[in-house]
Every structure is written in structure tokens, then in C-alpha cells.
């Protein structure tokens, strides 16, 4: 079932696509050659293991971008399935080791919830809008602390430390943590988990929590100034899909836009404020805003 925010859809992935471009004086049926596509963000992600053997209160680890990159939601391994599971996540500038203990070197990056998938699975938790940029090259201490224990226990493996890397991110495992925070660790553990993440510092799209019948605000900043917005939805999840009226590939599949375009104002901003359906609850959406060879992070939501 369709969530009825639709309005038209943005276009098919295609090699020649069909573009309706709906405009104030009406609709203008034209056939567009694809061209290369900027892509103004590019989003990614690393996995460590989901095969855990342990389990308490949290997890401390650290990362080092090879580029600037926003964290924008992580996957766990909480146990008890479709229990609510709550965590923090806090940063600091330097490793872990070492400040197991210390809560006055951390800093409060972004709390998140979900529903748990269940034991091994990955329970994802949407913390993007945070705003925090980790620069390349400089190393992170990462804590994830499950704040709805003892109703779960975030699993881990015993062992390490381990290094897990890609192009553009370095993790390394480190401890296991209790609760309540910052009152035990136990080293070498191995943290069972994600990290999602965006490799661009540029315009970003951040949504309130979305509720079935009720008002959702989506807010895109660092736009385009004083130009036409899209806010675009997919039930489908991630993908590729070329607009060709705008010049730039979509990162979500089978795109539909949501509500009316909005016009940014001179600092690039633009806000949606669009009721959602009352069937739409338990849905699970990807959201992405988009202007003319310009894109945003996708967002992930379950309508609550």
C-alpha cells in the first residue's frame, strides 16, 4: 500500500527517460537523453560481525575517516526482538582507550531508537540530523551505550581488537561497556554493528519523528538559495534513480514526491510540513530532498 503523500512521480531509472515535469502553468510531457549525473553526496556504510557470544550496556570503539564524513544511523545487536531499544552515542577527538571511565572526555553526539530485529540481526537506529562533520584523517572515540538495558543487552563478541576499513572509513573494536555508563569496561571486545554514513558536509535533510495522522516536519538546509526544492519518499529503500529534469541521481529506489516543491529562501533553506496518513503507521520510509544537480542525505523513518 502507496503512502498517499504523493503528488507525481519524480521518474523511472532509464537509459531515455519519460519526464513529467509538473510546473505552475500546468504539465510538460518531454523526452530527456540521460547524461552524466553529479552526485552531490555520497552515502555509505561499514559492518563489523553479527555473531556475538556476550552482551552488557554498550560498546566504545574508533573510527578515522579517510574523508570528511556525517554519521547518519547505525545498526546494533540487541537482543529481545521487537522490544524498543534506546541508545547514546557520544564522540571524542582522540582514542577510547584509556577514558573507559572518564564521562567528562566525551561529548553527547545524538540519542536514537528502534525496534529491536533480535539476537544477531541488525537493529537499525536513525541518527542523522546530528550535524557533526568527523574530519579526515583525525581519530574518533565512539561510545554506543544501550540506555533501554537491562530490557536488552547490546551483544559483542569477546575478543580483538579488530580493523575493519573501506575507502573511506577505519573502525577499530576496542571494549564492552556497563551500565550505568561509564562505570565498566571489559577489553578487548569486539562491537557487533554498522555505521551509516554520508561523505559530504553539504545541504542535509533532517525530519522530525513521524507519526500516523499527524504533522511531520522535513527541513532541508545548506540548499541552493532562492531555487525550487523537492522533498522526494520511496517504500522501496535505497537505489539509484536518474531525474533527468533535475540533472542528478536519487540514492533511494522508485521515488515519489512528497507534497508540493518549495521554494529555498536566500539562506538555502526550505521546510515541509506534511500530514501523514493514519495507514502509514508501521511503514518504513527513505526520504531525500533535491534541488537541480543538487541532493541530500537519505533518511530513513518508521512511522510511528
Same mark, same amino acid.
Not at 552488557?56 to 544511523?73: A, E, Q, R, S, V
Not at 545498526?75 to 531499544?85: E, P, Q
Not at 530485529?117 to 584523517?137: E, T
Not at 551500565?179 to 553539504?202: E, Q, V
Given at each position: 500500500?502507496?503512502?498517499?503523500?504523493?503528488?507525481?512521480?519524480?521518474?523511472?531509472?532509464?537509459?531515455?527517460?519519460?519526464?513529467?515535469? *509538473?510546473?505552475?502553468?500546468?504539465?510538460?510531457?518531454?523526452?530527456?537523453?540521460?547524461?552524466?549525473?553529479?552526485?552531490?553526496?555520497?552515502?555509505?556504510?561499514?559492518?563489523?560481525?553479527?555473531?556475538?557470544?556476550?552482551?552488557?550496556?554498550?560498546?566504545?570503539?574508533?573510527?578515522?575517516?579517510?574523508?570528511?564524513?556525517?554519521?547518519? #544511523?547505525?545498526?546494533?545487536?540487541?537482543?529481545?526482538?521487537?522490544?524498543?531499544?534506546?541508545?547514546?552515542?557520544?564522540?571524542?577527538?582522540?582514542?577510547?582507550?584509556?577514558?573507559?571511565? /572518564? *564521562?567528562?572526555? $566525551?561529548?553527547?553526539?545524538?540519542?536514537?531508537?528502534?525496534?529491536?530485529?533480535?539476537?544477531?540481526?541488525?537493529?537499525?537506529?536513525?541518527?542523522?540530523?546530528?550535524?557533526?562533520?568527523?574530519?579526515?584523517?583525525?581519530?574518533?572515540?565512539?561510545?554506543?551505550?544501550?540506555?533501554?538495558?537491562?530490557?536488552?543487552?547490546?551483544?559483542?563478541?569477546?575478543?580483538?581488537?579488530?580493523?575493519?576499513?573501506?575507502?573511506?572509513?577505519?573502525?577499530?573494536?576496542?571494549?564492552?561497556?556497563?551500565?550505568?555508563?561509564?562505570?565498566?569496561?571489559?577489553?578487548?571486545?569486539? $562491537?557487533?554493528?554498522?555505521?551509516?554514513?554520508?561523505?559530504?558536509?553539504?545541504?542535509?535533510?533532517?525530519?522530525? /519523528?513521524?507519526? #500516523?495522522?499527524?504533522?511531520?516536519?522535513?527541513?532541508?538546509?545548506?540548499?541552493?538559495?532562492?531555487?525550487?526544492?523537492?522533498?522526494?519518499?520511496?517504500?522501496?529503500?535505497?537505489?539509484?534513480?536518474?531525474?533527468?529534469?533535475?540533472?542528478?541521481?536519487?540514492?533511494?529506489?522508485?521515488?515519489?514526491?512528497?507534497?508540493?516543491?518549495?521554494?529555498?529562501?536566500?539562506?538555502?533553506?526550505?521546510? $515541509?510540513?506534511?500530514?501523514?496518513?493514519? *495507514?502509514?503507521?508501521?511503514?518504513?520510509? $527513505?526520504?531525500?530532498?533535491?534541488?537541480?544537480?543538487?541532493?541530500?542525505?537519505?533518511?530513513?523513518?518508521?512511522?510511528?
Amino acid at each position: 500500500m502507496k503512502i498517499a503523500l504523493t503528488l507525481s512521480l519524480l521518474c523511472f531509472l532509464t537509459v531515455i527517460c519519460q519526464a513529467q515535469v *509538473a510546473e505552475d502553468n500546468g504539465s510538460v510531457n518531454a523526452v530527456f537523453p540521460r547524461a552524466y549525473a553529479p552526485s552531490a553526496l555520497t552515502p555509505g556504510s561499514l559492518t563489523t560481525i553479527f555473531t556475538s557470544n556476550h552482551g552488557y550496556g554498550g560498546n566504545m570503539f574508533d573510527i578515522t575517516p579517510n574523508m570528511d564524513l556525517k554519521i547518519t #544511523g547505525l545498526d546494533i545487536n540487541v537482543d529481545v526482538a521487537g522490544s524498543f531499544a534506546a541508545i547514546d552515542v557520544y564522540y571524542r577527538v582522540g582514542t577510547s582507550v584509556g577514558y573507559e571511565y /572518564d *564521562a567528562t572526555a $566525551w561529548t553527547l553526539l545524538v540519542s536514537g531508537s528502534g525496534v529491536s530485529a533480535g539476537l544477531d540481526l541488525p537493529s537499525f537506529i536513525d541518527v542523522s540530523g546530528n550535524g557533526l562533520v568527523f574530519k579526515a584523517h583525525q581519530i574518533y572515540g565512539i561510545y554506543v551505550d544501550l540506555t533501554s538495558y537491562p530490557i536488552q543487552n547490546l551483544r559483542y563478541t569477546n575478543g580483538g581488537p579488530n580493523t575493519y576499513s573501506n575507502a573511506e572509513l577505519s573502525l577499530v573494536t576496542n571494549s564492552a561497556n556497563g551500565s550505568p555508563a561509564f562505570s565498566t569496561a571489559f577489553f578487548p571486545r569486539i $562491537w557487533n554493528g554498522t555505521i551509516y554514513y554520508d561523505t559530504h558536509g553539504g545541504p542535509t535533510l533532517t525530519i522530525s /519523528d513521524l507519526y #500516523g495522522g499527524q504533522v511531520g516536519t522535513f527541513t532541508l538546509t545548506g540548499g541552493t538559495p532562492n531555487t525550487r526544492a523537492y522533498l522526494a519518499y520511496s517504500l522501496a529503500g535505497l537505489g539509484s534513480t536518474y531525474v533527468p529534469f533535475l540533472n542528478v541521481i536519487l540514492d533511494i529506489a522508485k521515488p515519489e514526491k512528497a507534497g508540493p516543491p518549495v521554494t529555498t529562501n536566500p539562506h538555502g533553506s526550505a521546510v $515541509w510540513n506534511l500530514r501523514i496518513p493514519p *495507514a502509514a503507521s508501521g511503514r518504513t520510509v $527513505w526520504f531525500q530532498a533535491v534541488q537541480h544537480a543538487l541532493k541530500t542525505n537519505v533518511v530513513r523513518k518508521t512511522i510511528l
